[in-house]
Nanobody, 126 residues
């Protein structure tokens, strides 16, 4: 059974930083394409960033690529999302997602992912 557990969320002031982590178990992590999404209150879940199984290829929502960085440590079965210069509009529940493929083809649709974490709350105060 594939399990994804996010952590690192919390309350931060505008301009601050957070690093989210997502630990994967039950699947060969270095064969998984990983993504980060978020869902703000009353909004649809949106794609933020993704990274290929080897970590070679990354892709970002264009509006976020200057502030957010996705990375992974395959030895630790963990994917990260470093978030800098946070804004109140970044307040949301953040989810990591796993796609069972070694393909580096970009996946931004929720339907392309096979497993999801439970989410971690990020709140940014003004």
């Amino acid at each position: 059974q594939v399990r994804l557990v996010e952590s690192g969320g919390g309350l931060v002031q505008a301009g601050g930083s957070l690093r989210l982590s997502c630990v994967v178990s039950g699947y060969t992590f270095d064969q998984a394409y990983m993504g980060w999404f978020r869902q703000a209150p009353g909004a649809e879940r949106e794609f933020l960033a993704s990274i290929s199984a080897s970590g070679t290829n990354t892709y970002y929502l264009d509006s976020l690529k200057d502030r957010f960085t996705i990375s992974r440590d395959n030895a630790e079965n963990t994917v990260y999302l470093q978030m800098n210069s946070l804004e109140p509009e970044d307040t949301a529940v953040y989810y990591c997602a796993l796609r069972k493929t070694t393909s580096g083809n970009v996946a931004v649709l929720e339907s392309r992912y096979d497993s999801w974490g439970q989410g971690t709350q990020v709140a940014v105060s003004s």
